[in-house]
């Protein structure tokens, strides 16, 4: 994996750099021991690591504003930082870059029960939303497995989703109104309070943009009402084509369930050895489906939907009775990464989405290239998104497994590509799936996405090396902006 050439004439002009950022932000906010640098060295892709020339840590968007004109007027490259769990490399710091952490904007900022909505800094963690708003039955609905840790500026950057996000849709769907900084220290206001903005949907484009395009200093999600009530069935099957149909099936008839998960044989069995979540070891699929609303409803679903598990081939099949076992249902699901690192020294989370009949076949071909690799694969699935999250299993110790992690992780995502599906479904391009863009986009396609940054980042500031595999000059797609009579990336292969 190749990162852009370090400036080193940047790296030379570090202490000017330094001069200047702690005039914008004094005291401790701006980092340059080495010790204390190396907190930052990664993210939750822990195969790649780099120091990062400088930490800052601004506590105000005026900071911010000011931060990244500084950093635009120096060529300085800047990498925007939540908590760091991001899974494809998204984080990862620049040798000639600063990383920008967000961590001091953790406040909760208006709480609007009748409109529905919160104002927050991005710094508050997802679950810190729902805390603060459940004592009045409130909650914020997409819920990453990470949400403990992950904040709502890097779930904006990153488009994040969950178990719910069936049901309630991921961030984009709960999101209404951002606040963001631009590199030349521009602030922008998208959307409020209110739905639907008028013009172009800039709140949509900024979502999901991986920290390429601005930074979100502020963000309105909405809230919604907990539902009444929730039950969860735990359904066991002996193949996966079973459980695949059952989940087609149960879409085809007009239910959507709150959440619909599925595990492998592998993956049932790690969970089960780590939590004693009481799942059947005797078969080779398991799905959770999850049905929430009106207590009527519920119980109304639960019987359609046990009666097309059991058309399906069902060989296991129990409905929780009581909230301590449908959350008992989950435990195994929810721990189901940590689990697997038990029975593993390192393992490599991929994140690619099929069109959901695809899924015998994709697990099919996966069996055959865990066989080509030498590695064992464990897979848990958004199953009613089609969302995979194949865990790879290796060992860093070993000479060759992480590039055969890597071989067979980036086989698997051509294969979602090949079947009709995308590259990533919730954790993003980042540095891992960014020389995996060409197989999904034409050169026409990937040009015109390069436009877009260009018209909110000329000088390919912000977060370089990220999701795009090349890096093609503004001026050839129709715009550049030159600083200083200086050529941004001179080093960068052009054509
Ligand atoms: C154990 C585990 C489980 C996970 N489960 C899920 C899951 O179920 N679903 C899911 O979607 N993801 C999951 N993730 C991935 C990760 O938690 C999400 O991508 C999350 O949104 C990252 O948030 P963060 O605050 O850690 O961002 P970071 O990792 O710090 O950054 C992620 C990206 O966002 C950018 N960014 C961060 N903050 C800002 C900002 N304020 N402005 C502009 N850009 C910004 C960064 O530059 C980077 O590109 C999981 C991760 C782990 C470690």
């Not at 799905?287 to 119980?299: C, F, K, W």
């Amino acid at each position: 994996m190749k990162m852009p050439d370090p400036d080193q004439t940047i790296i030379e002009a570090k202490s000017d750099i330094v001069a200047a950022l702690r005039v914008i932000v004094p005291g401790e906010g701006v980092i340059v021991d080495e010790d204390e640098l190396r907190v930052y060295e990664s993210d939750g892709l822990t195969a790649y690591k780099q120091l990062p020339l400088i930490v800052v840590l601004p506590e105000t968007t005026e900071q911010v504003s000011r931060i990244l004109k500084c950093c635009q007027e120096r060529g300085v490259k800047v990498v925007p930082r939540g908590a760091g769990t991001s899974l494809s490399g998204g984080a990862l710091p620049l040798a000639d870059g600063i990383i920008l952490g967000l961590g001091k904007f953790n406040r909760v900022m208006d709480i609007d029960f009748d409109n529905r909505c919160a104002v927050v800094q991005p710094g508050v963690t997802n679950l810190g939303i729902t805390k603060a708003v459940e004592s009045e039955g409130f909650y914020y609905a997409p819920d990453p497995s990470s949400q403990i840790a992950c904040t709502i500026g890097g779930n904006v950057a990153e488009n994040s989703g969950g178990v719910h996000c069936l049901k309630y849709g991921l961030t984009t769907n709960n999101l209404l109104g951002l606040e963001m900084v631009l590199m030349d220290g521009t602030v922008l206001r998208i959307g409020g309070k209110h739905l639907d903005s008028e013009g172009y949907d800039l709140l949509g484009l900024m979502t999901g943009s991986e920290g390429l395009l601005g930074v979100v200093t502020e963000v309105t999600v909405r809230l919604l009402k907990k539902p009444e009530t929730a039950r969860a069935l735990l359904l066991g099957f002996e193949t996966a084509e079973q459980a695949g149909d059952t989940v087609a099936a149960i879409i085809a008839a007009g239910i959507i369930p709150g959440g619909m998960e599925m595990m492998d044989r592998p993956a049932i069995h790690a969970a089960e050895d780590f939590v004693h979540a009481g799942y059947p070891l005797n078969v080779d699929a398991l799905l959770i489906v999850e049905l929430d609303g009106p207590q009527a409803e519920v119980d109304y679903l639960i019987k359609e939907v046990s009666g097309i598990a059991e058309q399906h081939g069902a060989v296991t099949s129990r409905i929780s009775e009581n909230e301590e076992e449908r959350l008992s249902f989950w435990a195994g699901r929810k721990a189901a990464f940590p689990a697997v690192g038990r029975i593993s020294p390192d393992y490599y989370c991929m994140d690619g989405t099929i069109p959901r009949a695809q899924l015998p076949l994709v697990l099919r071909r996966m069996r055959e290239m865990s066989e080509k690799y030498g590695l064992r694969v464990a897979n848990v699935f958004h199953a009613g998104d089609g969302n995979l999250h194949p865990l790879i299993l290796y060992d860093a110790n070993k000479p060759g497994e992480l590039e055969a992690a890597e071989d067979f992780g980036s086989d698997i995502l051509k294969l979602c590509v090949e079947v009709g599906g995308v590259l990533t479904g919730e954790h993003g391009v980042g540095v891992e799936k960014r020389d995996l863009m060409g197989a999904m986009f034409s050169e026409i396609d990937l040009k015109q996405q390069q436009r877009v940054k260009c018209a909110f980042d000329p000088e390919a500031l912000l977060n370089p090396g990220k999701v795009f595999p090349q890096l093609h000059r503004c001026a050839e797609l129709g715009r550049m902006h030159i600083s200083g009579g200086k050529m941004p990336f001179p080093d960068l292969p052009r054509f």
